[in-house]
T-cell receptor, first 113, second 109 residues
């Protein structure tokens, strides 16, 4: 069983489009995250979310919005895509109370053309 | 907030040699320090972690050391093999993770 699954794995789309990336975890973790990894491999936190609190990195444009239908899912919706949004996006989850490390999804490579 | 610095950004070693990656952190409240390995085109995966009440932890060829006073921690890989080639990330955490900028390790056969 895949612990943290993301879909799609690859996404190619035109500038100006709106797209969503889905993430699901079956680990029973209480917190989920979205990270952006650019061409330099930097892992940049975008959002963290549990059933009580959404924490947004203030540098993330408001074109990006997380949506969580339940504690096992945290989807990422992106409006008006720009060329600079091209990157690999990783979903992750953790059980914060236990102080364990993250489990990452397999990533979504987004290419905006 | 926390600031995690990681060095070097790239590292090349001969197969069989040791590799050391160092990280420093700024927030004395950080109490959990994981290391992640990311192979090309794959997800970061946890390889070892250490908590602030421990100074050293070892798992086969990899070990991590922590100096709380100096606020630095290091990853040591001994007897390196080509399959150790990857990008390695350190992180420091109290209630939120802060990742280092990554080290691209190449092990030359």
């Amino acid at each position: 069983d895949t612990a943290v699954s993301q879909t799609p794995k690859y996404l190619v789309t035109q500038m100006g489009n709106d797209k969503s990336i889905k993430c699901e975890q079956n680990l029973g973790h209480d917190t989920m995250y979205w990270y952006k990894q650019d061409s330099k491999k930097f892992l940049k936190i975008m959002f963290s979310y549990n059933n009580k609190e959404l924490i947004i990195n203030e540098t993330v444009p408001n074109r990006f919005s997380p949506k969580s239908p339940d504690k096992a899912h945290l989807n990422l919706h992106i409006n008006s895509l720009e060329l600079g949004d091209s990157a690999v996006y990783f979903c992750a989850s953790s059980q914060v109370a236990q102080g364990h490390g993250y489990t990452f999804g397999s990533g979504t490579r987004l290419t905006v053309v | 907030g926390e600031n995690v610095e990681q060095h070097p950004s790239t590292l090349s070693v001969q197969e069989g040699d040791s590799a050391v990656i160092k990280c420093t952190y700024s927030d004395s409240a950080s109490n959990y320090f994981p290391w992640y390995k990311q192979e090309l085109g794959k997800r970061p995966q946890l390889i070892i972690d250490i908590r602030s009440n421990v100074g050293e932890k070892k798992d086969q060829r990899i070990a991590v050391t922590l100096n709380k006073t100096a606020k630095h921690f290091s990853l040591h890989i001994t007897e390196t093999q080509p399959e150790d080639s990857a990008v390695y990330f350190c992180a420091a955490s109290s209630n939120q993770f802060y990742f280092g900028t990554g080290t691209s390790l190449t092990v030359i056969p």
